[in-house]
Each structure stands twice: as structure tokens, then as C-alpha cells.
């Protein structure tokens, strides 16, 4: 026998996060929360709806509280099972902004300057560029250091404030010795960035103010249809990838996605048919997959006192595992432990 037979391999740690700022969109499925039901089975998951990063833009209380209710029912409905993983509210667990303060001090303004999410999101809200918003990737890189984390299944879009997270973590290592576990990224390889249907260049995302740029998890078949009967593409009529013809090629990542199916089996079955006949096959096949979520979630949402226990299982169940690192970090750092 070879010796490596005998060493149990220990479960790995995922960790991942999402804003309660909007209704989750279809980017958000197929982007992380697929990968999310994927990793339940074979790792430790621990799963965030991370209100605190979600106020770093004004946001209506009595709505932020319900998008936080809906956004936890969106993740059992797609299939994350509460007693395998972790799931939980950020505000929830203290040791989270205790942590990204003490991160903050570990974090250099010339690097968080450089994050295209602060770029973009301080472009966006021109009144409102506040110290949250700058030092949101810190309070991310505590959410994934907190649990000393191997994993994390994220879209495109967060591989920039991941490598932060990652550097922060060497950086309060070298200094202070092995006290955070560097975390790896983990992205699809088939709709890591699904695009807007209104602007197939930009990235969908669920505060869009314009409606027919997203799919919502919740939207009806007939609003499904009619969004994709919309979605912008060129003036062409072939069902192939190419230059200028971003929005085909959105298209066909979100029917790979939902099929299963290759560029050229994509190509081959769309062979001499139009655009017209192609995104309906396109809505078809979202509205049936997002179908099983929506009856769920109805179902959940009718029960909040359910939903209320998943919270109050989960925060205690993350907070006991955080407050190991946070612990850690406080003795680290010097301060006075009572
Ligand atoms: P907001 O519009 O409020 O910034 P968002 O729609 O970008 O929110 P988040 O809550 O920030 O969503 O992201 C949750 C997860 O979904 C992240 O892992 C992110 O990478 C992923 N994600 C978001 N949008 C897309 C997209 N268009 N395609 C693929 N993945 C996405
Ligand atoms: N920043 C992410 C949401 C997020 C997250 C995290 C993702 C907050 N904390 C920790 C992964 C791990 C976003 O804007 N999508």
C-alpha cells in the first residue's frame, strides 16, 4: 500500500458571499450560487448574505430587509441544504467587521484605489463615494480569512478583490507567522461573466436600473421570453461567437449553461435558423431550469420563521469558528486578552 492511502485527506473550507442589494439575477445563478450546490457534498461551505457590503450604497431599509430574506430563500431554493452548510447573515457574526478593521490597518490606499469596483461603483453613485465603499474588499478579505478558508466560488468579476484578500493574507503572515490560511479562487468555466442584455459588453448586474438588461431569478416565463425577444445582438443572423457579436455570444453561454451543450453542438443545432428562433430556445430552457427555484421559493418565503432559524443557526455555528482566527489575530496584533 502506498502511503497515501492511509492519510484521510482533511474536508476542504468554502466560503462565499452575496449582496441582499437587489433580486438575484441570472448571473448570480450561473456565475457562483450553481458552483455553491456543486461544493455542498464534498467540502465544509459556509455561505453569506453579506448585508454590511450592500449598505456601502443607500439602500432602503424595509427593502434591504426583505431582499436579505429573499436572497437566504433564493439559496435554499437553488438547492443549498441548511443542515450541510453554513448559511448565514454578515451582521450576524460581529467578528467579521472586527476583523476588517483590524485588516483595514494591513490594507494600502494605493492598492484599494486600484479595485475596478470601486472605480466603477464611485463612477456610479458620484454622490455617495464613502469610506465603506473604499474599504469594502478589506471586510471581504475578513468575511473568507475569518474561516480559514481554502475555496472560493465567485464570478469573474470578484478575482480582482480575491488577489487582495489573497495579499493581505501573505502580507499579515509574513509579519506576524502562519495565521491565515491564502485562499484560491474557483470560477466557472462557463458563465463567469454573463452580460447584460441590454449592453452585452457590460457585466448583468442585479442593481441595474434598467429592468430588460436582467433576468431575475423570479421573473415569470412570460417576462423571460419577452426580455430575451429584446436582448440587443447584431444585425447578423448566424449563431456564432465572433467580434461585435458579444450579445450571440451571451446567449450561447446562457443556453451552454442550461444544456450542457458545446459552442459547435450550439452552432450545428442553430444551423440556418435565426436569431429569433434561438432566443427563444434560449428563454425556453432558463425559464424551465429557473422554474423548480421559483416554486420553492414561494414556498419558503411563506415560512419566515424557518428562514429566521436557518439565521440563527448559521451565525452561531460561523461565529464559533470565527472567533478562533479572531482570537488569534487580537494576541497576534498585541492586544490584551481578559
Ligand atoms: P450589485 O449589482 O449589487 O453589485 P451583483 O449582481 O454584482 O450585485 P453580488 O452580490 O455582488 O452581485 O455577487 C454575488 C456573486 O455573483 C459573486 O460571486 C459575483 O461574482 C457573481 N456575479 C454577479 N454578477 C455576475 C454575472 N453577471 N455573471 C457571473 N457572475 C456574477
Ligand atoms: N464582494 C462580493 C460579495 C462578497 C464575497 C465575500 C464573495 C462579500 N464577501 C466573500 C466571496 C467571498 C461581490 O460583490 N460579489
Request: glycine content about 8%; overall charge neutral.
Amino acid at each position: 500500500m502506498n502511503s497515501g492511502d492511509i492519510v484521510q485527506q482533511r474536508k476542504k473550507i468554502i466560503f462565499s458571499g452575496i449582496q441582499p442589494s437587489g433580486v438575484l439575477t441570472l448571473g448570480n445563478y450561473l456565475g457562483a450560487m450553481r458552483n455553491w450546490t456543486k461544493l455542498q457534498d464534498e467540502a465544509d461551505c459556509l455561505y453569506c448574505v453579506v448585508d454590511l457590503h450592500a449598505i456601502t450604497v443607500r439602500q432602503v431599509p424595509a427593502e434591504l430587509r426583505r431582499h436579505t430574506y429573499e436572497t437566504l430563500a433564493l439559496l435554499v431554493a437553488s438547492g443549498l441544504d441548511p443542515d450541510k452548510n453554513i448559511l448565514f447573515v454578515q451582521s450576524h457574526v460581529p467578528a467579521h467587521t472586527q476583523l476588517a478593521w483590524v485588516l483595514n490597518c494591513f490594507s494600502m490606499f494605493g492598492e484599494l484605489s486600484r479595485m475596478t469596483q470601486f472605480k466603477e461603483k464611485s463612477a456610479k453613485h458620484s454622490d455617495n463615494i464613502n469610506a465603506g465603499l473604499f474599504t469594502y474588499p478589506t471586510l471581504m478579505a475578513a468575511d473568507i480569512l475569518l474561516y480559514q478558508t481554502d475555496l472560493v466560488p465567485v464570478g469573474q468579476d470578484q478575482k480582482q478583490h480575491l488577489e487582495l484578500a489573497r495579499d493581505i493574507a501573505i502580507r499579515f503572515n509574513n509579519i506576524y507567522g502562519e495565521t491565515f490560511r491564502v485562499p484560491e479562487g474557483y470560477i466557472p468555466q462557463t458563465g463567469a461573466k454573463i452580460m447584460s442584455l441590454a449592453d452585452p459588453t457590460k457585466k448583468m448586474s442585479k442593481s441595474d436600473e434598467n429592468e430588460n438588461a436582467v433576468i431575475s431569478l423570479l421573473d415569470p416565463r412570460d417576462v423571460i421570453i419577452r426580455k430575451f425577444k429584446r436582448a440587443v445582438t447584431d444585425s447578423g443572423n448566424e449563431i456564432r461567437r465572433g467580434e461585435g457579436k458579444e450579445g450571440i455570444g451571451n446567449l450561447m453561454t446562457i443556453y451552454s449553461c442550461f444544456t450542457g451543450k458545446t459552442d459547435e453542438e450550439i452552432e450545428r443545432e442553430f444551423a440556418g435558423k435565426g436569431y429569433g428562433e434561438f432566443k427563444m430556445a434560449v428563454a425556453e430552457v432558463t425559464a424551465d431550469g429557473l422554474k423548480p427555484i421559483q416554486d420553492k421559493f414561494a414556498e419558503l418565503m411563506a415560512e419566515k420563521t424557518y428562514l429566521e432559524e436557518i439565521m440563527k443557526t448559521g451565525a452561531e455555528r460561523a461565529a464559533k469558528i470565527a472567533a478562533r482566527t479572531l482570537s488569534k489575530v487580537y494576541r497576534k496584533v498585541g492586544f490584551v486578552q481578559i
